[in-house]
């Protein structure tokens, strides 16, 4: 296992028990290992939404970890579920209905690609 992995499998430890801020630090020393660490970005996209109403200026970095997901992984369901959702709470609802389309035509392709493997 990587250091990467190792950061990030601790930060999910914090993440488990809500302590968002070391979840976030441990999530980001994952990327300074690996800055290509999807997952990484996945957790911190989830620990700044968690955090929004302690932190609402998170709701920044969230949106730019799931867009770093969007550009590293343009078929990644949950990086545009996830946009929507912060889109929800930013009160900007064509904002995150675009996200939530985007969402939904990933989930097919997901599943015509399935659909052709069996």
């Not at 970005?41 to 920044?60: N, T």
Request: aromatic residues 12%; charged residues 35%.
């Amino acid at each position: 296992m990587s250091d990467a992995d190792d950061f990030y499998m601790e930060a999910l430890d914090m993440f488990a028990e809500e302590r968002w801020q070391d979840a976030l630090a441990l999530f980001r020393r994952a990327l300074e290992v690996d800055p290509e660490y999807l997952d990484a970005y996945h957790g911190i996209a989830r620990a700044c939404f968690e955090a929004r109403e302690l932190a609402p200026e998170l709701l920044d970095e969230a949106i730019e970890a799931a867009l770093k997901i969007v550009e590293l992984d343009p078929d990644d369901v949950t990086a545009y579920s996830t946009l929507s959702q912060i889109y929800v709470w930013k009160d900007d609802k064509d904002t995150a209905e675009m996200w939530g389309a985007k969402a939904r035509v990933a989930g097919w392709k997901d599943q015509l690609r399935a659909d052709k493997k069996s």
